[in-house]
């Protein structure tokens, strides 16, 4: 036993990208289980593993644990980006719960029939544009700092660089218009553990493609 | 200025009736504003009150707090009801994110046409009982306590309560096979506060219906049909 977290999950973002980053933000370093066949998945039913029988699943500190909100929230306490008391968490919970809804529209997007992807994409570069982006501009401009909870890095600095890129994949000019932002993404970038998965070789995955979503329908199909 | 705790939603429970039960099940008094109109709504936004354009929103400790989870969260730890240190809020999240999926199932369930209810009905029901009712069944077969984590009452227990009851309002013997949950549901539906919040006259919300899904629809102007999931 290595002492490292193991992820099990398809070999692709899903919902094991923000893990995957998030411990990367905080150099923790981890194994990765990829399913690739159905065998493989119910056999991790059979043994119990699966609390509701749902993957993501994360092996840490002796945990076998499934649902990626308690995940993160775990190893965001666990590594000190949960800032230092319940108010500042209750802020990073809210940036990070706005951000996922606008992942959410991504996670998704890959699945949705062809003839409903340019509508999803014109929703996400709303959603992006009208809804969430403009907040955080507005905190980082308010306080000026260069993370958005009180001056130190956190979880939600984390998952919105995550989402800040997931959106320019799809949307390239997205950030025109969000000058602190801009500026924020390249701060986020340079530091060193997350510049570090930003490079060639590193445990990050690539955007969804086709084979990815014929992996995920042939293990998860009833 | 602490104040009284104030909820933002519509009269009905939709995202809102966890964190009234959570309350509740804490003996936290509060009041509630409940949207009716359209204007209300454009008010709150015009105000700059909701963070990402959204209802629940509470306001707490001088925070306008928006995003359930978020809210739940700090609710939890406030209150004493997150577990004693970060492996037991772990399990804590967890068992939350499980009721959470399967409430879920229901919370759009007032939305969807005739047919697809009844589509959905048997969805929930299926999913209640071949994989989230199991579950819980298993950990409380397996250590035996009264409480779902640590052997003292948290979130979890109150949020299970409310996902058992709502799942036995779509088919009211869904427990039988789960003699632990039935026992479960029983201890917890005798806790002084949570009793209380289940007596008529509770700020505890019915079953929604058609003036329900009239109000959210008006008000968010969300006209579109809503498909199961």
């Not at chain 1, 076998?64 to 666990?78: D, E």
């Not at chain 1, 340019?118 to 709303?126: G, R």
């Not at chain 2, 963070?51 to 730890?77: C, N």
């Not at chain 2, 949570?194 to 968010?220: A, N």
Request: charged residues 30%; hydrophobic residues 40%.
């Amino acid at each position: 036993m290595s002492g490292k977290p193991r992820l099990t999950y398809c070999n692709g973002r899903g919902r094991m990208e923000p893990v995957r980053w998030l411990l990367a933000a905080a150099g923790v370093e981890f194994e990765e289980i990829f399913l690739e066949t159905r065998e493989q998945y119910e056999k991790l039913i059979k043994d119990g593993s699966l609390m509701f029988q749902q993957v993501p699943l994360v092996e840490i500190d002796g945990m076998k644990m499934v649902q990626t909100r308690a995940i993160l929230s775990y190893i965001a306490g666990k590594y000190n980006l949960y800032g230092k008391d319940l108010k500042e968490r209750a802020l990073i919970d809210m940036y990070v719960e706005g951000i996922t809804d606008l992942m959410q529209m991504i996670l998704m997007f890959p699945f949705a029939p062809p003839e409903a992807k340019e509508k999803n994409l014109d929703s996400i570069k709303e959603r992006a544009t009208n809804r969430y982006f403009p907040v955080f501009e507005k905190v980082l401009k308010q306080h000026g700092q260069d993370f958005l909870v009180n001056n130190k890095f956190s979880w939600a600095d984390v998952q919105l660089i995550e989402a800040i890129l997931a959106v320019e994949e799809k949307i390239p000019a997205v950030l025109s218009g969000f000058p602190q932002l801009q500026a924020f993404k390249i701060r986020m970038s340079n530091m060193p553990t997350i510049k570090k998965f930003l490079q060639p070789g590193s445990p990050r995955k690539p955007p969804p493609d086709e084979r990815y979503v014929e992996t995920v329908l042939k293990i998860f199909k009833k | 200025m602490a104040g009284k705790l104030k909820l933002y939603y519509f009269d009905g429970r939709g995202k809102m009736e966890s964190i009234r039960w959570l309350l509740a099940a804490a003996g936290v008094e509060f009041e509630e504003e409940f949207l009716e109109t359209r204007e209300q709504y454009e008010k709150l936004l015009q105000g700059g009150s909701l963070l990402f354009q959204q209802v629940p929103m509470v306001e707490i400790d001088g925070m306008k707090m928006v995003q359930t989870r978020a809210i739940l969260s700090y609710i939890a730890a406030k209150y004493n009801l997150y577990g004693k240190d970060l492996k037991e809020r772990a399990l804590i999240d967890m068992y939350v994110g499980g009721t959470d999926d399967l409430m879920s199932f229901i919370l759009m369930f007032p939305f969807l046409s005739a047919e697809d209810k009844e589509k959905q009905r048997a969805v929930i029901v299926q999913k209640a009982t071949s994989r989230y009712f199991p579950a819980y069944e298993k950990v409380l077969k397996d250590h035996g306590h009264d409480f779902l984590v640590g052997n003292s009452f948290s979130w979890a227990d109150v949020h299970l309560l409310e996902a058992i009851l709502m799942v036995e309002e779509k088919k009211s013997d869904v427990l039988s096979g789960f003699p632990q949950l039935q026992a479960f549901k029983a201890r917890i539906s005798s806790i002084p506060t949570i009793k209380k919040f289940l007596e008529p006259g509770s700020q505890r919300k019915p079953v929604p219906d058609d003036k329900y899904v009239e109000t959210v629809r008006r008000v968010l102007r969300m006209y579109y049909d809503v498909k199961a999931n």
